[in-house]
Every structure is written in C-alpha cells, then in structure tokens.
C-alpha cells in the first residue's frame, strides 16, 4: 500500500499541476480547441458562420431598401426593389403591408380597435402566467376580457361601427382561434380525461377513448374540411353557421383530444393515496375531484400542458387551407400583390418572428418556471 | 353444508361476497352509475341521430347519392407526380386515390428516414463539449420549433419556385440540376444484373443474421466471441458485388441533358415534392434531436463508467450498454413523432403535392360526395398510424427491460 501512496506525496514534483483554464482564453481551450477535431470543426463552422452572418447582414441591413415613393396612381413604386432584388432585401413591402398583415381586410380607420384586442390578448396571457392569479378570479377576468374582445371586433354597441365577421383577419384571427379553442377545449378536455380515467362507467369510457383516439389518428386537415364542407349538411335547413365558427369548433375538439391526454398523464402520476383520503373524509366525487385531484394533477401537468397550446398555437395557421383569413393567409395574400411580386422572403420572415415570439415565450415559461 | 358448521375457518370454503343488490336509491352508487351512463349514451345518441337525420335530409334536397360507386368513374383530374400509370381520360377516381396514398407513403417513409438521421446528428450535437457546435444545434432546435410548419413548407415552396430556369440552372458538375422545374438528378438504368445484385444483398442480410446468432450461441456456450464482421463484409458486401460483376457489370447513368426549355431524361425530384419534405425533415427533426438528446441524458454517467471500468471500448459501451437504455426512453416519444411527421404530410395539399388529402379533396370537389371523401382520408390515415403505432410497440417492447 505504501508503495502506491508514494509518488503524491513525492516532494521531487514529478507530477505538474494541471494548468490554470481561466479566463476567456482557458475557457476557448476547453469549449472551443479541446482537441484537434474539435478545433478543426470550429474552425470550419466560424468560418461558415461568419460567411452566413455577414451576408445576412449585407442582405438585410447594408443593400435592403427599406421604403420606397409612391407613384403617380398612389400606389408604391416597387422599382428600388426590383433593382435590389437577390443583393439586398425589400423591407418596403413590410413598411407598406404591415397593417393588412396584421389586421388583414378589417376597415382601415377602425383597425386599432383588433390592434387594442390583441394588447388585451397579450395582457391576459401574462396575467394566467403569473402563480398570484391562479385564483378563483381568473375565470372571470378570462370572461371579462373575451367579452371585450368580442365587442371591441364586432362592435355596433357603445358608438362603434358594426364590422362584420368576414372583414376580420390578420393576428386577431390567430389569437382568437387558439384562444377561445382552449378556453373552451380545457374543460371538455378535463372532463374526457375524468371520463376515460373512470372505472365505474364503463360505457363512458369507452366513449372518451374512442373519441380520442380517434381524433388523434387523423390529421387537422381532416377535421377542418370537415368543419368546412360536411359541418353545413350536418346542420337542419336555414341554420348555417359561419365558417371561423365552424373551423373555432373543429379546432376545440381537435384540442381537447390532445388536452385530454396531457391531464390523464397527470391525473395517473397522482398517488392514489390521495384519492384514498378524500373518499375517507365521505367527499363526493365532485369535491374530491375539484378540490383534491385536479389542483394537484394540473399543477404536475403545468410543461406538457404548455408545449400542447404551443402546437395548438402553430396549428392554427393551418386555417389558410380552408381558406380562413389569419396571420398566415394575410402573409400569402399580400405577397400575392402584384406590384410587390417576388418579396416573399421579407414576409416569410416577418411571419416567422410573430410566430416565433409567441411560440418563445411560452416555451421559456414552461421550462424557466 | 357439513364444513360450514366447523369451527375452524382454515377448513371452510372461502365464503362467497355478499350478493350486491341493486337498489333503486339515489345513494346506491351502482345504481347512480347505470343511471349516469343511460343518459350520457342519451344525449350522445340522440345528438347523432339528430345529424345523421339533417344530413340525410340535406342530401336528399341537393339529390347528392351516398355511396362509393363513384370510385369506378372515371377521373378527370391531372395528377402530375404517379409512382404508378395513371392516364386520366381512363383511370378512375379509385386510381387516383390509391395514387395518393403511394405519394402520402413516398413522402412519409422518406421523411422518417431522414428526420431519424437529421435529428439524432443534431441531438447529440447538442451535447457535444464544443461550444459553438451545442451553441448551433440549439439554435436550430429552438427556431424551427418554433415557427408553424405550414410557414416553413411555404418558404421552401416559394424558394425552390424562385430558383432559375432551366437554362440558368445551378448545377454540380453535369449530373444534379437545380432548377425551378425542380431537382434533376442522374438516373441509373435498372438492368437484370441490378436486380441479382439486389437479390444477392438480402441473401447476404439473411446469411448475416444466421451467423450473429450462431456466433452469438457460441459465445453464450464457450465465452470465447467469434469475429463477425469478416463474414458480415463478405456477405453484404463482396457477394453483390461479385455477383454483378459476374454478370458482365453494367453501369450506366442517363444523365439529364438540356434540350429546349427543359431537361430531357434522368430522374426528377419535382419541387412541390421536395419542399414538402425538405420542410417535414427539417421541421420533425427538431423535435428527434430533443428526443435524442433527452434519452442520452437519461443514462446515468455510472453506466458510462461502469462500462469503461469492465474494460469496454467507448464504442461497445455506448452500443452495448448506453444505447439500449436510452431508445427506452426514446422510442415512446418517437412513435409519436413519426406519427405527427405522417400527419403533417397532408400540408402537402397547400403546396399542390398531390397526396391523399389533396386528391379526395379534389374528387370531393367534382363528385360532391363530401362525406366519402372525407371518411376516405380519415380511414387512410387511421390505418397508417395504426400501423405505425402496432410496429413501434412491437419494437418498445422487444427492446423492453426484462423484469422478474
């Protein structure tokens, strides 16, 4: 043994110790060069990312042409653009797009009233973020602000202009099909899970396992054409619902299927115990379940439940199929302009950092929490 | 009954629960649950039969006749892309289903393949010690999944349309064309000797298999590991080879060639086709490459050590030991990725890839007949991921831990 322990205790120095990795240039050593492969791939990636970089930047910054005159009829005279084109990018077509892509055909003068509903979309999501108002409350702030929404968009009530529903589009569109599809797929969504998770109703079950798997077999796609041309045969004579209605409900059930499942994830990873304990204090199964297990089971559920409403909210540019005027169809429509021609990238990638910012922050919030 | 009079409860029968009697209260829980589910089947069932009854009453009014004889007539619909013959003044709106199917297949098995490969590169490029290498995979995990795929398969749509004409075609050497018309690519002429050869490789992967699980028999009995990979090399390898050499080795490339406005000959990679699946792979392995990178964290580092202290090389540590556990916790999430990749190929009806939705779109359109088309599509995609569902639980629970 004592052979063993010698050479650290060797006063000669035969072992160095390990040299310092402080500093910026100790931490390159070991993130950047720790070995020869590893210095040859950064190497090789700064080189192409600093060739990407720079030519995005060139691109979109040094050669983009960022407003053009109008021309003699009134309209914006593209020409600066097409002379750029492929050197440089035409964030013109943003500058004289931007409100029709964000608010698409509603009636120009009115358009800060959806500009107001998305602010008071934006605000309620952060007020259900925050833990303080995960009350009681909540509930009706969430009626309170829909209500307004519906108000501030149709309007006819309070002095405001009645705007009917086929001139809405844009964002609005968007944040008002993924939000009230959850509002109103959540409940279902709890109930079907209670429901498939039910051991004394056998036929209710099976009811709620059908539904979703059926639901979750079949793409979007299937369900919004659906809504858009069995729902109208489904419907007695002279009943026709609108079509954002028709795609809204489509959407809910489409949620609450995939919700569904989230909550059941959570309801199973509930000890039993605790069911256990509230049938011993004689609560009925409704006390047991809103008091007992849903708070407890949804709060476990809180990141899946997150990343699901992400998808929900990306989902919802699947409208454009069925032709349903969001963010997405108010992109495609203005690129379609004939005298912006040919600058689909520039809204291609306004699309995408609306999107992206929305997507983002909740991705943060469930992960950050 | 002479043993229920004895005294000693080891020698009686196990007594029979009391009968529950079914009381008509209230309180009688199984009497409440009878109740509950007679009036939930209710008002489900008289939901249904109330639009099953305005249905039937709003085809009747627009004389729209339910069934599936309009599969037999004939489709006028003009299908570009078709793995297999299709002329539409004879082919039938059958044909063209069952086309859209073939082309909902050809996007989704590829697709899976190469969203596998894409993001199981990018997961573990996540985790890799350099810096900037983890920096970029998470980037790329980060901004993909968050933008909807529908935007991203328009972007890759619009960009492939933009590409320029044939004429002023990119090109790598004089082999692969990009162009607006698509990706031309060279184009091997399939001879008999291809077929042998190919032939020649399954007999080889079978011949593989025989002798790893002999080999693998061998060593459970001695302890001593055969070496396989010579035989393995020779089988899958040495012995297609041979036999298309044997057979006089043909090769020969049809390469497209611009004649006029377009390319004649060699195989093409149309743009709507490869837009779609550029952006399914893309957008799907972001997902995989979380997946990936989740399972691999998942593994504790003792198995890693553990591994290495039995003497193991990094490689058989990481194929023996890390790898198993970690598809266990990978291929649950990766069924439903795939499943989600499959589903998502229906966006091909917004870039005109004619897929299954897009065509029974299309026949719903002409024919009218909404709800066929409309269960068509549903049926079609409930039997793939059936499928796919069936496949990947055989494979989790082939792979499962074998517990007492």
């Not at chain 1, 698409?104 to 259900?128: E, K, N």
């Not at chain 1, 797929?185 to 998770?197: D, N």
């Not at chain 2, 202290?309 to 990481?318: C, K, Y």
């Not at chain 2, 007949?369 to 995609?381: R, T, W």
Request: proline share 5%; charged share 10%; net charge positive.
């Amino acid at each position: 043994m004592s052979d063993i322990a010698a050479p650290a205790s060797d006063p000669s120095g035969a072992i160095r110790p390990p040299a310092i990795m402080l500093g910026p240039w100790g931490w390159a050593r070991a993130n950047l060069f720790n070995s020869w492969i590893s210095t040859a791939v950064t190497l090789a990636i700064g080189y192409l990312l600093l060739r990407g970089i720079t030519g995005f930047f060139d691109w979109a910054i040094v050669h983009a042409v960022w407003s053009v005159p109008l021309n003699a009829a009134g309209t914006p005279d593209a020409t600066a653009c097409q002379t750029a084109k492929g050197t440089g990018a035409c964030w013109a077509v943003i500058a004289d797009k931007y409100r029709f892509i964000l608010f698409g055909r509603y009636p120009y003068d009115q358009q800060w009233r959806p500009a107001i509903c998305v602010l008071l979309f934006i605000g309620l999501f952060i007020v259900s973020a925050m833990r303080r108002f995960w009350r009681r409350e909540l509930a009706l702030i969430w009626l309170g602000t829909l209500a307004a929404i519906g108000v501030l968009m149709w309007g006819g009530i309070l002095g405001l202009s009645f705007v009917q529903q086929d001139s809405w589009g844009g964002l609005p569109i968007t944040l008002i099909l993924s939000t009230f599809g959850l509002a109103l797929a959540f409940p279902l969504a709890v109930l079907v899970a209670l429901g498939r998770r039910s051991t004394n109703l056998p036929a209710v079950k099976m009811i709620c396992v059908v539904y979703v798997e059926l639901i979750r077999g079949v793409p979007l796609i299937s369900l919004l054409f659906m809504a858009s041309v069995m729902f109208p045969l489904f419907m007695p004579e002279g009943l026709n619902f609108d079509k954002l209605l028709r795609a809204q409900i489509a959407f809910i059930l489409f949620a609450a299927a995939y919700l569904a499942e989230v909550v059941r994830g959570g309801l199973q990873a509930l000890p039993k115990g605790q069911a256990e304990a509230a049938d011993a204090l004689g609560l009925s199964y409704w006390h047991k379940t809103g008091r007992i297990i849903l708070p407890q089971a949804l709060r476990l559920v809180i990141p899946p439940l997150v990343n699901t409403f992400i998808g929900f909210f990306k989902d919802t540019s699947l409208v454009l199929i069925i032709g349903i005027f969001d963010l997405l169809t108010a992109g495609k429509v203005a690129m379609s302009e004939p005298a912006w021609q040919g600058f689909s990238t520039e809204i291609h990638i306004v699309l995408a950092i609306i999107y992206f910012a929305f997507c983002f922050a909740m991705s943060k919030y469930s992960r950050g929490r | 009954m002479p043993i229920a009079s004895s005294t000693d409860p080891r020698l009686t029968a196990p007594r029979a629960a009391p009968r529950k009697r079914i009381r008509l209260s209230w309180s009688d829980p199984v009497f409440r649950s009878i109740v509950w589910q007679v009036l939930i089947i209710g008002v489900i069932a008289a939901i249904v039969w109330y639009l099953a009854a305005n249905t039937h009453r709003n085809l009747a009014a627009r004389r729209i006749a339910t069934g599936f004889e309009f599969l037999s007539r004939n489709a006028s619909i003009p299908i570009s892309e078709s793995p297999i013959a299709y002329d539409p003044s004879v082919s039938t709106y059958g044909d063209a289903l069952i086309i859209g199917i073939l082309n909902t297949l050809k996007v989704a098995v590829i697709g899976v393949v190469l969203a596998t490969i894409l993001g199981t590169v990018i997961g573990i490029a996540r985790l890799s010690h350099n810096w900037l290498v983890a920096k970029l995979a998470a980037v790329y995990v980060e901004v993909l999944r968050d933008v909807p795929v529908l935007l991203q398969l328009l972007f890759w749509y619009t960009l492939l349309q933009t590409l320029p004409g044939p004429k002023q075609s990119l090109h790598i050497g004089s082999a692969v064309f990009l162009s607006n018309r698509g990706i031309k690519i060279p184009l091997l002429v399939w001879q008999p000797a291809h077929s042998w050869a190919l032939l020649a490789f399954a007999a080889g992967l079978v011949g593989t298999w025989v002798y790893a699980r002999r080999a693998r028999r061998r060593q459970e009995a001695t302890g001593a590991r055969p070496v396989v990979w010579p035989a393995a090399l020779a089988l899958l390898v040495a012995l297609p080879v041979a036999v298309w050499a044997a057979l006089g080795a043909p090769f020969h490339l049809e390469l497209p060639v611009l004649r006029g406005f377009n390319f004649q000959g060699g195989g093409l990679i149309s743009p709507e086709y490869g837009a779609l699946l550029i952006g399914l792979v893309i957008y799907t392995a972001s997902y995989i490459a979380e997946i990936v990178r989740s399972g691999i964290q998942a593994v504790a580092i003792g198995q890693w050590e553990a591994g290495e202290a039995l003497g193991l090389s990094r490689a058989q540590v990481m194929r023996r030991i890390v790898l198993p556990q970690a598809l266990r916790v990978i291929i649950p999430p990766m069924t439903s990725q795939y499943l989600n990749l499959t589903k998502n190929s229906s966006l091909a009806v917004a870039i005109g890839y004619q897929d299954v939705v897009s065509i029974a779109n299309t026949t719903l359109n002409q024919t009218g007949q909404a709800i066929e088309g409309i269960a068509y599509i549903m049926a079609v995609y409930l039997t793939i991921s059936l499928a796919i569902s069936l496949f990947m639980n055989w494979y989790n629970a082939h792979i499962a831990l074998v517990e007492r």
